[in-house]
């Protein structure tokens, strides 16, 4: 493992179940951390509209999180903790996550160039007639949720279990929370979705859609949706960040590769390189699952993309940061060359990570799309490492 330093400058529960569940004992509460709720006071009480719960699933984990719509930001997460199993503690995971810019450059030097986010749009309050059961909205309608399956394994092996030849496949599909929200920007409709599966991961969307602008002709543009996220693993202090590379050498006839991670012990910006599948990963000084020996648990940052966007700002010129937590320092992603200036120490720290994904609308695309254009997508997974000891809920 190397270091990297080259860089460039008060709950209350609202139960849902989701399938049957018995508890035989009194459920663990969700408790925050201390550091984390020391912030969350420091904050001030959330903007009106949050909406708190507990989303029980039928295999007995359950996520305790807040979600709001709000003016400029629009769907923003805080708060989350996963929960296991109905003996096990929750763990505490997001302290916050939210769209810290939508940065929209035309192609030509003499267009616009938008900054979504900073301009401060507001929320769609979202007509129930047009998302039927099983969806429903919360949150003054300006959020919808639904809880939908989803294909979380299976093992068509039986011998490599022990089981005779001829025995069945398992097959486990998985139950999975979906929020989403819709920013009104003019005439541009940014879908913001957050979804919490049963098996502690984290799957981030963001959207656009919505009519051309009348009258104006079909120029190329890019989106670019710069995420914030406050990931206070097991608590506000103590977490680090990793850069994961996957490296081939095409020198021998056949080609041999190795995985690295890398150490990020200071403030700064890096470049993700499709060739090496670079992932972010915030992993805690001291949780870990229970195998013997224990591992150490962590959450991985996992790109979802068709392309890497450069522009002149200086924001864009990286697609991971990684900065300290600091009160002082906005929301927005405009200002990320400056929060790294002073370069502080990473390293079991209380940090903020920031993420880049870009979507690109192309001169004179598709003549259908100038009616609506349907909706395309960039986003990430943050995906648990050794948070559970097995495969999550294998029989």
Not at 62 to 86: C, D, E, M
Not at 181 to 186: E, N, P
């Amino acid at each position: 493992m190397r270091s990297i330093t080259n860089f460039v400058l008060g709950f209350s529960i609202v139960p849902f179940a989701c399938g049957s569940i018995a508890f035989a004992q009194v459920p663990i509460p969700p408790v925050p951390p201390a550091d984390s709720a020391a912030k969350a006071a420091a904050l001030g009480p959330p903007p009106p509209g949050a909406v708190t719960q507990t989303v029980a699933f039928a295999s007995g984990s359950r996520w305790h999180l807040t979600v709001n719509a709000i003016h400029q930001f629009g769907l923003v997460i805080t708060g989350a903790s996963f929960q296991k199993s109905p003996t096990s503690p929750f763990i505490y995971v997001l302290f916050d996550g939210r769209l810290g810019e939508i940065f929209v450059p035309y192609h030509r030097s003499t267009d616009q160039r938008y900054e979504d986010i900073s301009i401060g749009f507001d929320p769609l309050v979202l007509n129930q007639n047009d998302y039927p059961p099983p969806r429903h909205l919360i949150g003054d309608n300006k959020i919808c949720k639904e809880v939908r399956q989803y294909l979380a394994w299976m093992d068509a092996c039986p011998q490599c279990r022990g089981a005779p030849r001829g025995a069945p496949t398992r097959v486990r599909y998985g139950q999975e929370v979906v929020y989403f929200s819709v920013l009104d920007a003019a005439n541009y409709q940014y879908i913001m979705e957050w979804t919490f599966r049963d098996d502690g991961a984290i799957l981030v969307r963001a959207g656009s859609t919505g009519p051309k602008f009348p009258g104006h002709p079909n120029l190329g543009h890019i989106h670019d949706f710069t995420w914030r996220l406050d990931i206070d693993l097991n608590g506000a202090g103590g977490d680090s960040a990793y850069l994961t590379s996957h490296k081939e050498d095409l020198t021998p006839m056949k080609s041999t590769a190795t995985d690295d991670r890398d150490l990020i012990d200071v403030e700064g910006g890096l470049v993700w390189n499709d060739q090496n599948f670079n992932t972010l990963q915030i992993q805690d000084r001291t949780l870990k699952n229970g195998n013997n020996p224990p591992r150490a648990t962590s959450y991985e940052l996992v790109p979802l993309r068709s392309g890497t966007a450069r522009h002149t700002e200086g924001f864009t010129k990286k697609d991971f940061w990684v900065t300290r937590y600091n009160p002082a320092q906005e929301f927005l992603a405009d200002n990320l060359p400056d929060y790294v200036r002073a370069r502080q120490s990473t390293v079991n720290e209380d940090l903020v990570i920031w993420y880049t994904g870009s979507e690109h609308h192309e001169n004179n695309s598709r003549a259908e799309d100038n009616d609506t254009v349907t909706v395309l997508w960039t986003g990430f997974d943050l995906v648990p490492n050794n948070l559970f000891n097995r495969t999550p809920f294998y029989p």
